[in-house]
Structures are given as structure tokens and as C-alpha cells.
């Protein structure tokens, strides 16, 4: 079974707004990361946030951890047509030894 | 620098046939991890090599297999394919084991089984 689950499974904006992504996991974590797939196409890395961490920013991108809640979110300010993808959360935990998928959103943003 | 290669890009085989996929790390990269994606199971691992020793295996029958070579470059091998193999294969390698400091992909193999 999938570790992480994605919310929401699909994700309509316009340009300039901003979008977020949740990520619930079941077990406890080393680090989560996000990853971001174009359609048909190998998977990107986009940030790495460790279980001690609450926050991490890369450029447009925010990540937030909550470990009490087994989760994470992935804030995509000021949105433009280029981010179109697949989001994908990935979990790295202490008892399976691999990284592990979540279920992805399909985000959609049209100029 | 150059990053993860998969050959080839698009297969296309018959039922009952055998294919073989190659995968060409990123250099110095020891980790290099195999996933298969469709779109009713999502990703799912298939093993992990790390410099030339099998290091885990995901939930597949014996008919998919993996192999490291000393450079690092892996080959992942589908015997007696079945109409459910179709799926993108995607290859990716870290420094670290599992791709804990993060994956790097390639761009996949897209395997259609007729």
C-alpha cells in the first residue's frame, strides 16, 4: 500500500495564484521530499525536509512538516503556466529502507 | 554534468518476450534505484543496487531482475513479459542509499507489452 497520500488528487488555478499540496503519511520518517514529473517524463527533486524540520523554502516553493500529524504541505506561490505537473510526496522511513511514493496531484495552471 | 540515462526511451514487445533495460547513473553516484509507474499503481520500487550488491527489492515476481555493474551503469531485465508489465520504467541514482539526499531520475523507459 502507498505511504503517502496525496491531497488533492487534481488542482485547477490561474496564473499568479497560489497552490497547495498536502501529503499524509503513516509511519514515522527519516526526511520527506517532494518531487515534480511532467507529463510522460522522469521525476524532478524538488526539496528535502528532514523529520527535525518544520519549514523549508526554495525559491517560489514552501514546504511544511508536521510529524504529530504525519504530514506535509507544498505551497506554490505565484503560479505560472510552467508548473503544470505532477507533484509527488516521497517519504524515506526508518524501518522499509527505500524511498516510497505518495499518489501525486496533478496540478493544472492556465495562463 | 551529464545526468541519469535510460535506454531506450520507447519498447515496444510481444507477449511471452524478454526485454532489457539499461540505466546510466550520474558519476560518482553508487546508488541506483529502479521504480515502475503506472497509472492504476502509481510508482512502485522495484530494487535498489548499491555498488554492484542488490541492496532491496519491492513486491515483484522473480520475473523482473536487476543487476549493478562496476561503473555503477544497472540494467533491470522483464522475462515472459505479460500485458500488465506495460508501464514506464523509471531509473534513478543518489549518493546515498535509497535516495536519501534525493533522488535524480532519468527520463524512463516506456514499455508497451502486445
Known amino acids: 500500500s502507498q505511504q503517502g497520500e496525496e491531497d488533492p488528487q487534481a488542482l485547477s488555478i490561474q496564473e499568479g495564484e497560489n497552490a497547495t499540496m498536502n501529503c499524509s503519511y503513516k509511519?514515522?520518517?527519516?526526511?520527506l521530499q517532494w518531487y515534480r514529473q511532467n507529463s510522460g517524463r522522469g521525476l524532478v527533486h524538488l526539496i528535502l525536509i528532514r523529520s527535525n524540520e518544520r519549514e523549508k523554502h526554495s525559491g517560489r516553493l514552501r514546504v511544511t512538516l508536521d510529524t504529530s500529524k504525519k504530514s506535509s504541505s507544498l505551497l506554490i506561490t505565484a503560479s505560472r503556466a510552467a508548473d503544470t505537473a505532477s507533484y509527488f510526496c516521497?517519504?524515506?522511513?526508518?524501518?522499509?529502507?527505500?524511498?516510497?511514493f505518495g499518489t501525486g496531484t496533478r496540478l493544472q495552471v492556465f495562463p | 554534468k551529464a545526468g541519469v540515462t535510460q535506454t531506450p526511451r520507447y519498447l515496444i514487445k510481444t507477449r511471452g518476450q524478454q526485454v532489457t533495460l539499461s540505466c546510466s547513473p550520474i558519476s560518482g553516484h553508487r546508488s541506483v534505484s529502479w521504480y515502475q509507474q503506472t497509472p492504476g499503481q502509481g510508482l512502485q520500487f522495484l530494487f535498489e543496487y548499491f555498488s554492484e550488491t542488490q541492496r532491496n527489492k519491492g513486491n515483484f515476481p522473480g520475473r523482473f531482475s536487476g543487476r549493478q555493474f562496476s561503473n555503477s551503469r544497472s540494467e533491470m531485465n522483464v522475462s515472459t513479459l505479460e500485458l500488465g508489465d506495460s508501464a514506464l520504467y523509471l531509473c534513478?541514482?543518489?549518493?546515498?542509499?535509497?535516495?536519501?539526499?534525493?533522488?535524480?531520475f532519468g527520463s524512463g523507459t516506456r514499455l508497451t507489452v502486445v
Open positions: 534513478a541514482s543518489s549518493l546515498e542509499s535509497a535516495g536519501r539526499d534525493g533522488y535524480t
Open positions: 509511519t514515522s520518517i527519516n526526511n
Open positions: 516521497a517519504t524515506d522511513t526508518y524501518n522499509t529502507d527505500k524511498l516510497i
